[in-house]
């Protein structure tokens, strides 16, 4: 039985990544009566192509009528997201609020990657941890996430090194993580930026994926 649950567990994780990936990619256009299709070729994709990670193995990585090739980004966040779930429960983490985080960031990555730009409208999906956390007697949390934002506006102000995006969303996470792990949430988010900067020899970058694994790996370590 705790084999099954864990399998359930992990299912449901890949699953939201999954889902989620497809409302990144379609917002605001967004039909709940359109079926899933191929984003090249537009083909209708068959039900056990939708499975999470194994769809992709199914179509061998590519649509079958296109030959369109799937980013492996896919199945991997699929992966990372039922991995993550597996975790929480392992570890006894409170799922009001992995859920929420996980929904919010893993939307917000896919916009800033597909788009270079997210929709703030997705700050909600953490609105019932936050709320859940201030409840149980975290007000000093309040004033993180309001000094955060402030530090980090006025950064931007003058230097316009990140976007008004990543401000915000590091606000919101000092609301949900306090002071010091907000600080070590911006410090691994910025390493992992240089290291994939220097490697790439970008002068760009996508900064909330970035963001979104640090926050991952403090939570689960925290």
Request: glycine content about 6%; proline content about 4%.
């Amino acid at each position: 039985m705790t084999y099954l649950f864990y399998l359930l567990v992990f299912t449901l994780g890949s699953s939201i990544v999954s889902f989620l990936t497809v409302i990144a990619f379609d917002f605001p256009k967004i039909s709940l009566n359109r079926r899933s299709r191929c984003n090249n070729c537009q083909k209708t994709l068959n039900w056990y192509e939708l499975i999470p990670i194994l769809g992709f193995i199914f179509l061998k990585g590519s649509c079958k009528q296109c030959i369109f090739k799937i980013p492996k980004l896919y199945p991997l966040t699929e992966l990372t997201g039922g991995l993550f779930l597996i975790i929480v429960i392992f570890q006894n983490k409170n799922l009001y609020i992995a859920i929420p985080l996980m929904m919010m960031l893993i939307t917000l990555s896919f916009m800033d990657h597909f788009y270079g730009y997210i929709y703030p409208i997705f700050y909600l999906l953490i609105l019932p941890a936050i709320i859940c956390i201030l409840i149980k007697g975290y007000p000093l949390y309040i004033f993180t996430g309001l000094i955060t934002y402030c530090a980090l506006f006025l950064l931007n102000y003058y230097y316009q090194s990140i976007g008004m995006g990543d401000v915000e969303l590091f606000g919101i996470l000092a609301l949900i993580f306090g002071y010091e792990d907000i600080l070590k949430i911006i410090l691994i988010s910025c390493l992992l930026c240089i290291v994939h900067f220097v490697s790439k020899e970008k002068r760009s970058f996508r900064f909330i994926p970035y963001i979104t694994v640090a926050t991952g790996i403090i939570y689960l370590i925290s």
